[in-house]
């Protein structure tokens, strides 16, 4: 078995095998900011000190960040022995203050913050959310950017969930919370205001489309836009309301509710939203592709999406990953 040396500020722990440096942190009880442990949210961003920084564990960061040997320590299996220090970018965190809590259905609830000093952003993108302790945790952007400085959040509530548990039962009006600077691609940027837009979202997934949605009706887009929004049951949709009221006033935008058990209501579609979306639209050619939601709707719907036509650039996906435990 091949140990390594990691070496972190003062302190050199052994990271094991089978072990990421962050799972090799955490187990000596040193706090790194984290939050997916899949290499997306990008909160565990550490720099290597002297030596190159496995490539693998690089992926999805930016080429100048590469350059200066930053690496994602979810994602870091160590070849040699390391030294690390925290990424620059893991500290710059802006201070908002909660301004509204109201709930969007029993289990979802829209978090409202004021951000004065967070830096631009587009509608769709994520932040990662840091509660005073340092527990982590991303979330999408649900408003239009232009409210500069306010901040929406859908944030569904996990049975046991550190932070989603925390955040619908014990943070309160006027508490203060961190924010990271917006990351992800998943955004809507004008140009090609024609072109076909298919967004398909399950549960808090509707989160980001709304503000891609709202974003791109603002700025005038005159193609077609299909939102599917799905869950698994009536109980689980929300905001059918106001989509339906968008759809009337905005001719192009299409909106379809789906449910895959249970009784369908009135106008909602019965099946999973990716597969509705994907036997209703047989040719994706040309069409720019949102999806967010659970890790493996995003993943099937892709793979559907390229078969179907629609171009690799043109598929934006944000799976909200949620955080393996931290091992013991
Ligand atoms: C890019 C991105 C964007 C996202 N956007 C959103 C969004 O807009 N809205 C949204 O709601 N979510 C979003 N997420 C997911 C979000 O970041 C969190 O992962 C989610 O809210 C769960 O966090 P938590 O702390 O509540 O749960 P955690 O404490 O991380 O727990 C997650 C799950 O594991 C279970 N669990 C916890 N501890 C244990 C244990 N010891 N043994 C067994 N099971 C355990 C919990 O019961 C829970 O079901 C996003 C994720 C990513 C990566």
Not at 106 to 122: E, G, N, S
Not at 217 to 237: E, K
Not at 276 to 293: E, F, N, Q, T, V
Request: aromatic share 8%.
């Amino acid at each position: 078995m091949s140990l390594k040396k990691i070496t972190f500020n003062d302190r050199q722990i052994i990271c094991q095998e089978e072990d990421t440096v962050l799972d090799a942190l955490l187990r000596a009880q040193i706090d790194i900011p984290h939050a997916c442990r899949q290499g997306v949210c990008q909160s565990c961003m550490l720099r290597s000190l002297q030596t190159a920084p496995p490539p693998a564990a690089q992926n999805g960061l930016k080429d100048v960040l590469r350059h200066q040997n930053y690496f994602l320590a979810c994602l870091c299996y160590p070849q040699q022995d390391m030294s690390v220090s925290l990424g620059a970018d893991s500290g710059a965190f802006a201070t908002a203050t909660v301004v509204g809590k109201d709930m969007l259905n029993a289990d979802t609830l829209r978090l409202t913050l004021q951000c004065p000093d967070i830096p631009d952003y587009y509608a769709g993108q994520f932040v990662n959310l840091k509660r005073a302790d340092g527990l982590t945790r991303s979330y999408s952007i649900s408003n239009n950017r232009k409210q500069r400085h306010k901040l929406e959040f859908h944030i569904r509530r996990l049975a046991g969930g550190r932070f989603s548990e925390w955040a619908h039962a014990e943070l309160a009006i006027g508490d203060s919370l961190a924010v990271s600077a917006a990351q992800g691609l998943c955004y809507y940027l004008p140009g090609r205001a024609a072109q076909s837009l298919l967004l398909i979202g399950s549960g808090s997934g509707l989160a980001p489309l709304a503000g891609i949605i709202s974003e791109a009706l603002d700025q005038g887009h005159t193609g077609p836009i299909h939102l599917y929004h799905g869950s698994r049951n009536m109980a689980g949709l929300y905001w059918t309301a106001e989509m339906r009221r968008l759809a009337r006033q905005y001719p192009n935008f299409h909106y379809s509710p789906c449910v895959s058990g249970g009784e369908a209501g009135q106008g909602v579609c019965k099946g999973r939203a990716h597969e509705l979306a994907m036997s209703a639209l047989p040719d994706l050619k040309g069409w720019r592709i949102y999806l967010c939601g659970h890790p493996d709707m995003v993943h099937q719907a892709k793979r559907q999406a390229f078969l179907k036509g629609a171009a690799f650039q043109d598929i934006h996906a944000d799976a909200f990953h949620i955080g393996a435990t931290t091992p013991a």
